[in-house]
């Protein structure tokens, strides 16, 4: 009858026990032929990665770094990323279900393997600027002090006329120096306390009286020279009711007082 019910091949299906003493010998016959087959051999299981038998089954499992596709065979890497609990400054890569943080072109990972610090180029010593040099991603550019301007080789500095580009307020005259400027005043007198004003020769008053040759034989152009020197010392003085006064008088033939002090 259990023959008549098998499938072939009847001496894989069909057992007969015929004795007490064959029990337990059937039932670990049973059982590894039942229980214990290893599907994951005996068919195309189609796992991507590993097949795992079970008592009459089997199940796909994926590697350390992947997930089980819907399918229940294929498998997909595990974006550790995507969680946006990985801490990286910059960019988080993953790869096998793992990540590795990576910092942009121009900074460097520090030992925490999450921060970034950009890369000093400056620091490689071979900026030649002539005043200062700035660091930014990717390389350096150089940079003059204040009062300076950067030269077409972007290395070299020049000092601005800051005479032309500020008020600077002097009197007589404004000399530019390396990223200044300073106030001069003319011969015969002095610079005053504010760095800017200028004061005449004739501070001390004094009364001074000029004689000068007026006859024929002085000739004009002469003449006026003379006339050119007065006025230059007149104009060094501090002239004033109460400062320093001044006389002129002309002689030729005849001696006559121009003005008075």
Known sequence: SLRAMASPPLEEHVFLVESFELIQQFGKQFQDKLCGADLCMERDHGCQHSCVSIPGSFYCEC?????????????????????????CEHQCVSAHG?????????????????????????????HSCQHECVSIPNGHFCR??????????SKSCRANDLCNGVDHGCEFKCVSAEGSYHCICPEGEQ??????????????????????????????????????????????????????QVGLVQYSSRVRTEFPL
């Open 63 to 87: 590697n350390p770094g992947y997930r089980l596709g819907a399918d229940g065979k294929t498998c997909s890497p595990i974006d550790a990323c995507a969680d946006g609990r990985h801490g």
């Open 144 to 153: 003059c002090r204040s009062g300076f301007t950067l030269q077409a080789d």
């Open 191 to 244: 610079l005053q306390a504010d760095g800017k004003t200028c004061n005449k020769c004739g501070a001390g008053h004094v009364d001074l009286v000029m004689v000068i040759d007026g006859s024929k034989s002085v000739r004009p152009q002469n003449f006026e020279l003379v006339k050119q020197f007065v006025n230059r010392i007149v104009d060094l003085l501090d002239v004033s009711p109460h400062g320093t």
């Open 98 to 126: 793992v990540y590795s943080c990576r910092c942009r072109a121009g900074y460097y990972l520090n030992q925490d393997k999450k921060t970034c610090t950009m890369i000093d180029y400056c620091s490689f010593g071979n």
